[in-house]
């Protein structure tokens, strides 16, 4: 009945909080939700958007309906907060880089002011010695670290764009698929209504005909 009304797009509450999310998070005792809780965590999430209206949704009792043109504008608002999100996650980890630089940085002035220590005391060439000894294993020992910091680097990213085109393949495999569906819903919709018009346009002849026989 709801459908007939004009709200086409349905989603079981809980299928539709997991898709939406990113508007309104889920809290961490999620596993433990009611049918109630998920429904009205979805209401949460339209009320969000602004779309908790009448005319843009109807909220069932296991399933959320959408009018056909609310859900393209659903969609948008869901990129846009995944996008932020994105922001977010980059910002945090350019400020990560820059403080392992200002450490490196802190470290190097440590051991240009150990040296300058040592040459003091006399004994040039022994300390020379120990200085290029000790900035040889530091240099070892830095450059282990390094190795180690650049493939926990390439470990987090091979990571982080495995974790983006897996977002962007579901994002817009699921957005291609759901537009598919919708699409062959509102063609059955026109093909229902083009069939009631043919109809009542025979019956309507038909009366005609009648009436001029009688």
């Known amino acids: 009945k709801i459908r007939k009304a004009g709200y086409p797009v349905r989603w079981p509450h809980k299928a539709f909080v997991l898709k939406f999310q990113s508007i309104v998070p889920l809290p961490k005792h999620f596993d433990r939700f009611t049918p109630a809780d998920w429904k009205k965590h979805a209401h949460s999430i339209l009320k969000e958007v ?79 010695c120990d200085v290029n000894r000790a900035r040889l294993e530091e240099e070892r020992r830095l450059k282990a670290e390094q190795d180690a910091f650049l ?17 962007h393949r579901e994002m817009w495999g699921d957005y291609d698929r759901e537009l598919a569906g919708l699409d062959a819903e509102l063609e059955l919709i026109l ?24």
Do not use: C
């Open 50 to 128: 602004g779309m908790d209206r009448k005319d843009a949704m109807q909220m069932g009792t296991t399933r959320v309906f959408l009018k056909a043109d609310a859900y393209p504008t659903l969609e948008k608002r869901r990129l846009a907060y995944m996008r932020k999100s994105a922001i977010v996650a980059q910002a945090v980890g350019r400020a990560y880089l820059r403080r392992v630089r200002l450490f490196r940085t802190g470290k190097a002035m440590m051991i240009q002011r150990a040296g300058r220590a040592i040459l003091d005391r006399g004994n040039l060439f022994l300390l020379w």
């Open 151 to 167: 493939a926990e680097q390439a470990r987090e990213r091979e990571a982080l764009e495995s974790a983006v085109t897996a977002v």
């Open 191 to 214: 093909r229902q209504h083009r069939e009631q018009q043919r109809i009542a346009a025979l019956a309507e002849e038909q009366r005609l005909e009648e009436e001029r026989l009688a």
